[in-house]
């Protein structure tokens, strides 16, 4: 079952076996393989899938002895479960080893130092950390891809029992330019106050005309995103932005990196196509990624 989608009224009179059942003695061999083949890395998602795979484990047994399941038949059982670090490999060679009896006996050597907290649910993240006097905060994010936000009050927000702090980017005419920009914030003693307060801030926006995706923001009748606000613009490297030349939406990048000029590899093509040799152009995109330790304490 995912745990996410079933409501709790559903598990009247029923067992629920959480990852709590398999520890100190009752270790179970997915642990112990999933442990050994380094089938986690921030072991978020491990205890959901040291269930899953058990759950998979108990089938299996039951039906096939200690046959070996293929990689397929694993990745069908779990699929649904997802792990963000990317550690399928070592999963699913955890289960396949597992089910073919290669875990019965309490003997692995670990990959990790703090495999076996992860294994069994006890391992740490910030959710679980709740220290004396600690409060809950809360961001207010922008409804609108695009918008002027004329006027914060705050005032409602901050009067609130139980809200120990609000803030707001003081910056006046400030231009929201995604859904979820986040521009003001609440602490209070707990998440649902924090929730009531961040409802009570009142915001003005005066809504402004939105582009979507790379096509769209280079036609000419695009909105202009940032106009007469480049040196505001964000940047999703790491580190500082480098200077630019703005046309409208595109930003060209002034920096001289490695040696190679704005134009030079057009120049290498051109000469390459010239000389007769084969030419293979192609355009790729990616999204942008930013790494966010939000999992680890
Ligand atoms: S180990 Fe799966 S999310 Fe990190």
Known sequence: MVSCLLPAHHLDNKNVQTIEAFSGENLHPVQRALMAHDGLQCGYCTPGFAIEGIAFYERWRAERGTERPTRGDV???????????????????????????EFDSEEYTPQ?????????GQAQYTTDVHLEGQLVGKILRSPHPHARILNIDLSEAAKMAGVEATAALPDRNLIVRYVGQPFAGVAAVDEATAQKALEAIKVEYEI????????????DDAPDVWAKQHRNATSAAEGATPPGHWNKNLRTSRMNMGGLNPGHAHKVVDNLKKQGKYVHAESYYNGIQVHTALKEK
Request: charged fraction near 15%.
């Open 208 to 219: 402004l005309p939105h582009v979507v995706g790379l096509d769209a923001a280079l036609q």
């Open 112 to 120: 990790r130092v703090d495999a076996l907290e992860k294994v069994t």
């Open 75 to 101: 990745a069908e059982a779990l699929a649904g479960h997802l792990c963000r670090c990317g550690a399928y490999a070592g999963i699913y060679e955890a289960l396949q080893a597992a089910c073919a009896g």
